[in-house]
Nanobody
Framework: VQLVESGGDSVQAGGSLKLSCAAS????????MVWFRQAPGKERELVSR???????TYADSVKGRFTASQDNAKNTLYLQMNNLKTEDTARYYC???????????RGQGTQVTVSS
């Protein structure tokens, strides 16, 4: 299974973007889905996690502004990002996580740049 992220762009602070992560095949229902981001010179940050039972959690830095969702029929994960801030500038990646034997996939990332 391959993951392909899209939707990254350059926007002004206060703007919105919707990222997509399309899987080339079925993702086992026992896997979780994660968005994380990494900016140059900064540590990788977990942005959101959707557990196999559908529970979604967010980093405090994005809570109330970002919404993660998934469309199982389309094998696609989304990240709606509103009220973007300059500190949201990073490369965003999606991961499939869980049992390493069946849930170990990562995309190449999509760049989000937020300017003031």
């Amino acid at each position: 299974v391959q993951l392909v992220e899209s939707g990254g762009d350059s926007v002004q602070a206060g703007g919105s973007l919707k990222l997509s992560c399309a899987a080339s095949g079925d993702i086992p229902s026992t896997c979780g889905m994660v968005w994380f981001r990494q900016a140059p010179g900064k540590e990788r940050e977990l942005v959101s996690r959707i557990t196999p039972d559908g529970t979604t959690t967010y980093a405090d830095s994005v809570k109330g502004r970002f919404t993660a969702s998934q469309d199982n029929a389309k094998n696609t994960l989304y990240l709606q990002m509103n009220n973007l801030k300059t500190e949201d500038t990073a490369r965003y990646y999606c991961l499939v996580v869980g049992d390493p034997k069946t849930c170990d996939y990562r995309g190449q990332g999509t760049q989000v740049t937020v300017s003031s």
